[in-house]
């Protein structure tokens, strides 16, 4: 995407704002709706795919104002504090979701329900490629349930919606723009969402660009970085520079639809972890989506293809350096059956193939293919008291590795192929106690082939400070996995709890080996320099352990303790969870575990105002292994919100100002490999103040 286009598309979006603000001396209305009122009604489906809105699976949507409030420019940030989530936080350019204290490639993260693979579970410091700013919503499912999109969501899923391919007619015009300012790293950003159609056409387009600087914190930190301050209080090597954008479409017809969208994501920031290196990345995504009602007993047939061009190279000064990148084709087709007595569900195909490359100086692991097919079926069964669920998933999984052609001479990677056969199998049950009461459990056992850098890798990982080798003779990673819930829901009043245990006979994960290594690979002699300290990617015996809960109380207001006519309504937002993660094999906790934490926040609404005032806790993070982590302190991050609502003519108009850590308090996380690796370089954001205007019309 060329500069001058990017100008031009947020341009829209300012001349759109413009356009409305002109109108406000004919007319101008306050109004209390959601100012996303005027998009798609909200459907769930990646914890139930045949649509029920009381889920059996631990389930979180963002959307509208709820994403808007918290968003930020990565989409492990964007999540985090989210009960059960946190992020991996390398810095302010690159976190991904862990949840339930598993991350990496036990976490899928999908696009619009499909496979869309980059680099980030490669590397901490490798950015997922997707913005909020063009996001309509994010789902977030946690626990066994997630099965039914393979091994690698064991931990849970990530399905990130943006219709770029719209599934419902779109009658009209309409759509949404963004414009934001952040103080604390001067970040200006923007975007736009455009779509029209009639009954048998929709169009979607989106833009968006994002530009910050280095980010402020409450420390002074040195930077060696080529004109950057030696001393500041700032992250050194913390900007970027992201834009993107999208053009979609889709063609109904009486029994279905099909459609076809392609997206482009680029983005250059620095690593943080290194003074003088940053990284220019580019992800294209193509996508085909359709779904065919032929009637009989086959209701639906749903399909899904995309092809995704990822690459990324890491720039040493202004010096190319090693290069990543991954090719990959993912399908997903699931056929939906009429009801049969009580019983109604799917069976489903996917297929997957990456073609996996690094070249450079740090290419840790060697060139590979990876193909899986996958056979899935989901069932459920309604009773008077409520419902079971049934899901079974079984595998192919092929790692090809292909050495590393560039250069025949490097033959510290093994070469050859590994099949992998894994099965997963998982019941659910929801039962409704009375109309306020409903009780959950979910019972998985989940099988996961080794991903290709775990079989193959052999060489140094600066951005994890670690030579890392892989193990060719892994076998298949096993688990099972409970969890139980309850729910109460009384008005504007909720609470809900779960509690669950995942225990693994084969846990994949980097064990340090206790030796240093050179920058050829060899065992370095003691006192020696510029060594990388040795971690294995071996098997041991793990289990999780954890509780998450969250709820809203009604303290002033309809149905709250107190009733004040036209005095507005005033909710306490409560929020807490705790995992516990476990070697089993030596006894020890497993590294980047995030501690209690606990959260709350006064929402106050009266007409078009609306203001927020709360905090994150985190207690201290003690348990650690004894190799290659840090105890961290506990802090607590105080954060405040207020917007303002109107209308203009046939626009919303949503004005809002959000500040995060208000006390500026200095903060590490205990999630992050930073805290262990570059401490104290890498803290949290200081004091922030974000201003903002979305107009959706």
Same mark, same amino acid.
């Given at each position: 995407m060329t500069p001058k286009f990017r100008r031009n598309a947020i341009g829209v979006a300012v001349l759109s704002l413009a356009s409305f603000a002109s109108m406000a001396q004919d007319q101008a209305q306050v109004q209390a709706q959601p100012a996303d009122a005027a998009s798609l009604r909200e459907v769930t489906v990646t914890g139930n795919p045949l649509g029920a809105s009381e889920l059996i699976a631990p389930t979180t949507t963002l959307s509208g104002d709820k994403l808007l409030l918290r968003s930020q420019s990565t989409l492990g940030e964007t999540l985090d504090n989210v009960p059960g989530v946190s992020s991996s936080y390398f810095g302010p350019n690159a976190s991904r979701p862990i949840i339930r204290g598993q991350d990496g490639d036990r976490i899928r993260i999908l696009q619009n329900g499909g496979g869309a693979p980059d680099a980030s579970a490669l590397s901490y410091d490798h950015a997922v490629p997707v913005d909020a700013l063009v996001t309509d919503r994010i789902e977030v499912l946690r626990g066994p349930s997630a099965l039914q999109y393979g091994g690698s969501a064991v931990g849970g899923v990530v399905n990130v919606i943006d219709n770029r391919i719209p599934s419902e007619p779109i009658n009209g015009f309409g759509g949404r723009a963004d414009l934001g300012y952040s103080t604390g790293n001067k970040e200006k950003n923007g975007g736009v969402v455009l779509e029209g159609g009639s009954d048998r056409?929709?169009?979607?387009?989106?833009?968006?660009?994002?530009?910050?600087?280095?980010?402020?914190?409450p420390i002074t930190l040195e930077c060696s970085k080529p004109g950057s301050p030696w001393t500041a209080r700032k992250i050194c090597n913390s900007a970027n520079e992201a834009h993107g954008g999208a053009?979609?479409?889709?063609?109904?017809?009486?029994?279905?639809?099909?459609?076809?969208?392609?997206?482009?994501?680029?983005?250059?920031?620095?690593?943080v972890a290194e003074d003088d290196v940053t990284i220019g990345m580019k992800s294209d995504r193509y996508a085909l989506e359709g779904e065919w009602r032929p009637g009989g007993f086959i209701s639906s047939i749903h399909a899904k293809l995309s092809h995704t061009d990822y690459r990324h190279t890491e720039f040493e000064g202004g010096t190319p350096g090693t290069t990543f990148s991954n090719m990959s084709n993912d399908l997903r087709i699931e056929?939906?059956?009429?009801?049969?007595?009580?019983?109604?569900g799917l069976v489903g195909f996917s297929s997957e193939t990456n073609r996996f490359a690094a070249d450079g100086e740090e290419a840790f692991a060697p060139h590979s293919?990876?193909?899986?097919?996958?056979?899935?079926?989901?069932?459920?069964?309604?009773?008077?008291?409520?419902?079971?669920s049934f899901g079974a998933r079984t595998e192919q999984v092929r790692i090809r590795s292909l050495g590393y052609p560039d250069d025949p001479t490097v033959t510290r990677f093994a070469v050859g192929e590994r099949t992998f056969n894994p099965h997963s199998a998982a019941f659910g049950a929801l039962v409704n106690l009375a109309p306020q009461w409903q009780l959950t459990s979910n019972l998985a056992y989940t099988e996961r082939a080794?991903?290709?850098?775990?079989?193959?890798?052999?060489?140094?990982?600066?951005?994890?400070?670690?030579?890392?080798?892989?193990?060719?003779?892994?076998?298949?990673?096993?688990?099972?996995?409970?969890?139980?819930?309850?729910?109460?829901?009384?008005?504007?009043?909720?609470?809900r709890v779960n509690a669950y245990v995942t225990?693994?006979?084969? +846990?994949? $994960?980097?064990? &340090?080996?206790?030796?240093?290594?050179?920058?050829? #690979? !060899?065992?370095?002699?003691? *006192?020696?320099?510029?060594?990388?300290?040795?971690?294995? +990617?071996? $098997?041991?015996? &793990?289990?999780?352990?954890?509780?998450?809960?969250? #709820? !809203?109380?009604?303290?002033? *207001?309809?149905?709250?303790?107190?009733?004040?006519?036209?005095?507005?309504?005033?909710?306490?937002?409560?929020?807490?969870?705790?995992?516990?993660?476990?070697?089993?094999?030596? *006894?020890?906790?497993?590294?980047?575990?995030?501690?209690?934490?606990?959260?709350?926040?006064?929402?106050?609404?009266?007409?078009?105002?609306?203001?927020?005032?709360?905090?994150?806790?985190?207690?201290?993070?003690?348990r650690i292994p004894s190799v290659g982590a840090r105890e961290t302190d506990a802090y607590t991050l105080w954060n405040a919100a207020i917007t303002y609502r109107m209308k203009v003519q046939r626009a919303n108009l949503t004005w809002y100002a959000r500040m995060d850590n208000i006390t500026n308090k200095l903060a590490y996380s205990a999630t992050s490999i930073l805290t262990t690796t570059v401490y104290p370089n890498a803290p949290l954001p200081g004091r922030t103040l974000k201003v903002g205007l979305r107009v959706t019309f």
């Open positions: 056409f929709a169009l979607h387009v989106d833009a968006f660009n994002r530009d910050s600087k280095d980010v402020s914190v053009l979609g479409g889709t063609m109904f017809f009486d029994q279905g639809y099909i459609g076809a969208s392609v997206s482009t994501y680029r983005s250059t920031y620095g690593t056929a939906r059956h009429q009801k049969i007595g009580n019983f109604e293919r990876t193909r899986s097919n996958a056979l899935f079926m989901y069932e459920e069964y309604g009773t008077s008291w409520g419902r079971l080794p991903k290709d850098y775990e079989l193959l890798a052999n060489g140094p990982h600066v951005a994890t400070a670690a030579w890392e080798v892989g193990d060719p003779n892994l076998k298949k990673e096993k688990s099972t996995g409970l969890d139980l819930g309850a729910q109460w829901k009384s008005g504007p009043n909720t609470a225990r693994f006979s084969n +846990y994949i $994960g980097l064990t &340090a080996t206790g030796r240093n290594l050179d920058e050829e #690979g !060899n065992v370095a002699e003691p *006192g020696a320099t510029d060594t990388l300290a040795e971690y294995v +990617y071996s $098997g041991v015996r &793990a289990r999780f352990t954890g509780i998450e809960a969250n #709820g !809203n109380l009604r303290l002033l *207001g309809s149905e709250g303790f107190a009733r004040m006519d036209d005095a507005g309504t005033l909710d306490l937002e409560w929020r807490g969870d705790i995992v516990r993660a476990k070697n089993l094999d030596t *006894g020890e906790p497993l590294p980047r575990i995030a501690p209690l934490r606990l959260g709350a926040t006064l929402a106050y609404a009266n007409g078009p105002w609306g203001a927020r005032f709360g905090f994150d806790y985190n207690a201290a993070q003690h």
